[in-house]
């Protein structure tokens, strides 16, 4: 059974920074694929940016290019979201997503088979 724990959610102010973990275990014989979702109260779920494992291809989401940067730790199913310049519209509930089989085309929730219990982003004006 794959399981994601997220880690280094928390509050900071306006302008700050702050990397977000997420440790994968479990069998994992394919690729993986692991990303990174938020949402907002009220909003949907968004993606933020994905990381294909073994090769280390990246997307990051247009809202956030620039400001974000997801890295992986070679030799480690862990993923990290580094975020910085933090805006308050960033505030939201973070979550870790893997797929199995490496990354899809598409960034969709759908297309992600584990999900973490989140951790919460809080950017204070």
């Known amino acids: 059974q794959v399981q994601l724990v997220e880690s280094g959610g928390g509050s900071v102010q306006v302008g700050g920074s702050l990397r977000l973990s997420c440790a994968m275990s479990?069998?994992?014989?394919?690729?993986?694929?692991m990303g990174w979702f938020r949402q907002a109260p009220g909003k949907e779920r968004e993606g933020v940016a994905k990381l294909n494992v073994p090769d280390g291809g990246a997307f990051v989401a247009d809202s956030v290019r620039g400001r974000f940067y997801i890295d992986r730790d070679d030799g480690e199913n862990t993923v990290y979201l580094q975020m910085s310049s933090l805006e308050p519209e960033d505030t939201a509930m973070y979550y870790c997503?893997?797929?199995?089989?490496?990354?899809?085309?598409?960034?969709?929730?759908?297309?992600?088979?584990?999900w973490g219990q989140g951790t919460q982003v809080t950017v204070a004006s």
């Open positions: 479990g069998p994992t014989d394919s690729g993986v694929c």
């Open positions: 997503a893997a797929r199995i089989g490496g990354c899809a085309y598409l960034m969709r929730e759908v297309d992600f088979h584990y």
